[in-house]
T-cell receptor
Framework: AQKITQTQPGMFVQEKEAVTLDCTYDTSDPSYGLFWYKQPSSGEMIFLIYQGSYDQQNATEGRYSLNFQKARKSANLVISASQLGDSAMYFC?????????????FGTGTRLKVLA | EAGVAQSPRYKIIEKRQSVAFWCNPI?????LYWYQQILGQGPKLLIQFQNNGVVDDSQLPKDRFSAERLKGVDSTLKIQPAKLEDSAVYLC?????????????FGPGTRLTVL
């Protein structure tokens, strides 16, 4: 079974509008972390935002926010005021385990295209 | 702070040949990861080191892939012999053992093409 599911292979958004990229996860571990990474066409993976399973507040980092719904096991990324430079692949990832033995699992990604 | 370094950036080989990739993690990062990213897919963990010990190599095809991390710093990943399906980008990442996020920092990757 997929542990990280990203159901949107591709998304379009108009410049300056907000967009939500979906991510659902599956784990029985009570302690876990959720990450979003951006991968431009150049190939490097860029860390965007992190949400811990025990965090009460939704994470925010500038124009990025994470809509964390623990009961639904979803961790959607919201990008506000989209910019042309946001066009890239976006990966949701989950970290399970304990310090020193963490395991990371990535989803299949969503390709976002921002339109001028 | 210097990022994760990888070399070579690109490699083209014939099937059945061998190839090696090198990774230098961020200074002080105890954990090092090798991922395989096939075109159109997310990264798949091949092997994870904590210092110079292997934490997880459950998805490493051990009949042809090997990796080592001598002295707990640099690491090499080797494929011998290569198959067509090994064509992919090989990403190296590192993270601190103890940090608030333990986020992974990725290198630029090595794009391998097997002909």
């Amino acid at each position: 079974a997929q542990k990280i599911t990203q159901t949107q292979p591709g998304m379009f958004v108009q410049e300056k509008e907000a967009v939500t990229l979906d991510c659902t996860y599956d784990t029985s571990d009570p302690s876990y972390g959720l990450f979003w990474y951006k991968q431009p066409s150049s190939g490097e993976m860029i860390f965007l935002i992190y949400q811990g399973s025990y965090d009460q507040q939704n994470a925010t980092e500038g124009r990025y926010s994470l809509n964390f719904q623990k009961a639904r096991k979803s961790a959607n990324l919201v990008i506000s005021a989209s910019q042309l430079g946001d066009s890239a692949m976006y990966f949701c990832a989950m970290r399970e385990g304990t310090s020193g033995t963490y395991k990371y699992i990535f989803g299949t990604g969503t390709r976002l295209k921002v339109l001028a | 702070e210097a990022g994760v370094a990888q070399s070579p950036r690109y490699k083209i080989i014939e099937k059945r040949q061998s190839v090696a990739f090198w990774c230098n993690p961020i200074s002080g990062h105890a954990t090092l990861y090798w991922y395989q990213q096939i075109l159109g897919q997310g990264p798949k963990l091949l092997i994870q080191f904590q210092n110079n010990g292997v934490v997880d190599d459950s998805q490493l095809p051990k009949d042809r892939f090997s990796a080592e991390r001598l002295k707990g710093v640099d690491s090499t990943l080797k494929i011998q012999p290569a198959k067509l399906e090994d064509s992919a980008v090989y990403l190296c990442a590192s993270s601190r053992r103890d940090g608030s996020y333990n986020e992974q920092f990725f290198g630029p990757g090595t794009r391998l093409t097997v002909l």
